[in-house]
């Protein structure tokens, strides 16, 4: 992106500097002074005759960095890695960038483990560090949009849309056919000035004019965004109302300001916003769904990178509160900018710090009720490439948008897309079911439920209602959870929970079991302890460990009740014969039984048989042919043991 503006703060690497030409200092000037297109052509020309040195080719590599060129930045960041690989921090991550423009995504990661073990704690060495996957992540999440060109752009920058009613507002440098015409040395094109085009029902942009002439001065105008009403615009500007403004170093920064309309619907009182500042940036505006709430970048003091994201409230007067930072989930100590919000309160920013594709990428989150932004997203392909993609704006309720990119097969420096949504990316899911008495399968109100992440942490509590149910709401989708039911006088139980691929609901019922479960002759003990099979190995009758375990459930209760006595039963699936199932169940049930004697249970206090495949708790017999088609689980179903309590 050649355009500079969308730029908030920049830091300039100096390293020591051996003796060069005349022009060569001409040259660094002009790069600290930011008119990096006199700087670029400087420095090419004296690269071409054969003059180079570490700080000129580092030099080059920046003022293209800075203009967004990053597959020229490469060439010269390469070409300084190749004769001096070890540079300052910075370097490892602005070159890791431009070979993301490439498309070299295994030299950017070597180079960003460069970065992460030189830089420290470097926050956007932590990001890469702590997803390596960035590129599985971007490709689950690519495939959204039809992409195509606006149809309104020119040879130079188009760029940062707004809705206006029917109008799409933009930012452009193109030749406005004034007879002064001011071209801006950092980037080499005019200054940029507020234009429209009539939006259709299909997305598509009409004729383009010059919009809102008391707007535009002879300074840079971009990133419009207008109130419900159509009566309130706030914009960006250059440090300009009646005489232009500069900071220390003579720099003239950016600045949001405020007009209205009147009554003849011209825009009137333009004015700064009270939280600006001369030695610090503002810009981008971007506006909450209620208007109550103003987002924009700036690099004011207290922030984590070159250009951070805020949030400001507006007062009912007018009037304005004190900006907060949006934090460390969403910034860090590269550029975020450009925010927009939709209606459905989702944030949509660009950042060239959080994983992506290379240059500025372009990124969302849900805007949380308590402020603690959580999982950021990149939004994938198509929208994003290995050039800047940035300034995003969609309708969310025909789902059409505009994006800004300088990607290849462009018109000009920056132009304008537009697209069609057609998978949201924000797909949410809920766990819901009803919780029931396990033996009586009677309905379990005022339940207490929590639902946990995979590592157990709490995410959310709730109660069942009068009918026993329960549901926990926008969740991620593909996501394992934990559901835990506590009741008095109930087990406490955990259930494993993996939420549905799609939009949807995931229903998960449970069922408790009694802490005390009372019973009487004809109950059967393996119901109470959820007892279904006594496992033995194959054609055998020896009690394994694993049953042993099962069984000494049943031991305990019989010691705390010295008079119970219990009928063993052993049953069979249908495979095999009828009169080999026999045999075995019978051999099995009798284990079990001298099992029990084994360890203290008299003799008397036991009968047991085995049933074989005679008495199937399903249709799955196999009868005459030996053959079923019944499925495993059915299978299982049949093969059970039984232990009936005849006295007590």
Known sequence: ????????????????????????????????????????????????????????????????????????????????????????????????????????????????????????????????????????????????????????????????????????????????????????????????????????EDGSLGEVQKFGNK???????????????????????????????????????????????????????????????????????????????????????????????????INDDGSFGTPVNLGKTINTQGRETYPFVTNQNELYFSSDAHPGLGGLDIFATQIPEDGNFKKIVNIGEEANSPKDDFAFIINTDTKRGFLSSNRDGGEGNDDIYKFLETRELFIEQAIFGVVTDATSKEVLPNTKMTLLD????????????????????KLEPNTKYYVRVEKPEYNTKEVPAITGKQEGKTEVNIELEKTVKPVQPGDDLAKAFGIKIIYFDLDKSNIRPDAALELAKILDVMEQYPTMKIDVRSHTDCRQTAKYNMALSDRRAKSTMAWLVSKGIAKDRLTGKGYGESRLVNDCGCEPTNESSCTEEQHQANRRSEFIITAL
Do not use: C
């Open 454 to 473: 995979e590592k157990f942490n709490k995410l959310a509590e709730t109660t069942t209602d009068s009918k026993g149910y329960y549901e926990f709401l």
């Open 215 to 313: 707007l535009n001065s002879k300074y840079h105008e971009a990133t419009p965004v207008f109130s419900k009403d159509g009566k309130t615009v706030y914009f960006t500007r250059n440090n300009y109302l009646d005489k232009r403004g500069y900071d220390a170093s003579k720099v003239t920064l950016l600045k949001i300001y405020k007009a209205t309309v009147d009554e003849k619907g011209k825009w009137i009182n333009v004015t700064p916003l009270p939280f600006n500042g001369d030695s610090y940036q503002t810009a981008h505006p971007a506006l909450s769904p209620d208007g109550k709430t103003m987002y924009f970048a700036s690099d004011m003091p207290g922030g984590f990178g070159k250009s951070d994201l805020y949030k400001v409230t």
């Open 1 to 200: 992106m050649k355009n500079k503006i969308i730029y908030l703060a920049f830091l300039v690497i100096t390293l020591t500097s051996y003796s060069q030409s005349g022009k060569e200092s001409r040259a660094n000037k002009d790069y600290d002074k930011y008119a990096y297109i006199d700087a670029i052509k400087t420095y090419e020309r004296l690269y071409e005759k054969g003059y180079k040195s570490d700080e000129m080719l580092l030099n080059l590599g920046n003022a293209y960095y800075f203009n967004a060129d990053l597959e020229k930045a490469g060439k010269y960041y390469g070409e300084l890695y190749a004769s001096n690989p070890e540079q300052e921090p910075e370097f490892y991550y602005r070159y890791s960038q431009s070979l993301r423009a490439v498309k070299d995504y295994a030299k950017a990661d070597e180079m960003m483990n460069k970065f992460n073990a030189k830089s420290g704690n470097d926050a956007r060495a932590q990001l890469f560090d702590k997803n390596r996957n960035y590129l599985a992540e971007i490709k689950k999440n690519s495939g959204r949009y039809k992409i195509e060109n606006a149809g309104i752009n020119s040879k130079y920058s188009d760029y940062g849309p707004s809705f206006m009613d029917k109008k799409v507002v933009f930012s452009s440098a193109r030749d406005t056919g004034n007879f002064s015409k001011r071209i801006h040395t950092w980037t080499g094109e005019y200054f940029t000035n507020l234009y429209s085009a009539d939006l259709a």
